[in-house]
């Protein structure tokens, strides 16, 4: 199931819990509670995403999920976009893309794990050290859309991700307790109209979605997904932002 079903957590109305405007950390904390049933996931799930700004360009999310009254699946991913270049400077080809992954789940045809590992040495998918977006994207069909998994994690923080544009100089790094990373390079945006009118095409953005892996429901292999009435699933992302000389 994508996306929660077809009528995902990105298609409801969230309430807005808090909202800080001032002082060390502005942040804003979103609220949804999603119902016994809503697209076929059992139990009564209380949800909240904090993002808050702190200083030195950090940019956090908190994702948290509490079982209310039956054990059920919770595997969250936050689907943000990402040009460093400029939201109207092209594809984002040339942007430098490093991640700390040195396997991927290699998929089927319906773009699901099929539950095996695979190292990334030898393939378009390894970017353990730095390589452009565009350097080896024309091997794959389409780009990249794959679930890499985050060496050393162990529910601690660690850095899963940096991407750079040279032309600026912007630097992200990426830092999670999730054991993967969904990396994707909007490969099937088109005529997608937006900020001050311009229109975002095919690899006009990256995304870096981290997660616990694909389908990790049907494949005893991979860590768990549930989570059981009065236990709370826990996600953290922090976004570090700089310029590089």
């Given at each position: ?39 076929g ?18 940019l ?14 919770v ?98 790094e ?51 997904v ?8 826990k ?11």
């Amino acid at each position: 199931m994508l996306h929660g079903g077809p009528v995902g957590f990105s298609d409801v109305v969230w309430k807005v819990n808090k909202y800080k405007k001032d002082g060390y950390a502005p942040s804003i904390v979103f609220a949804y509670d999603s119902y016994d049933g809503e697209e076929g996931f059992p139990g009564a799930l209380r949800v909240t995403v904090t993002y808050t700004l702190y200083p030195g360009n950090r940019l956090t999310v908190r994702m948290k999920a509490k079982a209310l009254n039956k054990a059920t699946p919770v595997n969250l991913a936050q689907h943000t976009y990402w040009n460093l270049g400029n939201h109207n400077s092209g594809d984002i080809l040339s942007e430098q893309v490093q991640i700390f992954a040195s396997h991927y789940t290699p998929v089927d045809s319906q773009l699901i794990p099929t539950g095996k590992f695979a190292t990334v040495k030898g393939t378009p998918y390894d970017f353990l050290k730095p390589h452009t977006v565009g350097s080896r994207i024309n091997k794959l069909e389409n780009g990249y859309d794959i679930n890499y998994v985050i060496d050393g994690v162990d529910g601690k923080l660690k850095k899963a991700a940096v991407v750079k544009d040279k032309k600026s100089g912007r630097v992200m790094e990426l830092f999670t307790n999730q054991a993967g990373v969904q990396f994707y390079t909007a490969n099937f945006l088109k005529d997608v109209r937006g900020k001050g009118g311009y229109v975002y095409e095919s690899h006009g953005a990256l995304c870096l979605e981290t997660q616990a892996f694909p389908d990790s429901v049907n494949h005893p292999n991979f860590p768990s997904v549930i989570v059981y009435p009065g236990k709370e699933y826990k996600h953290v992302m922090v976004f570090k932002f700089s310029i590089s000389s």
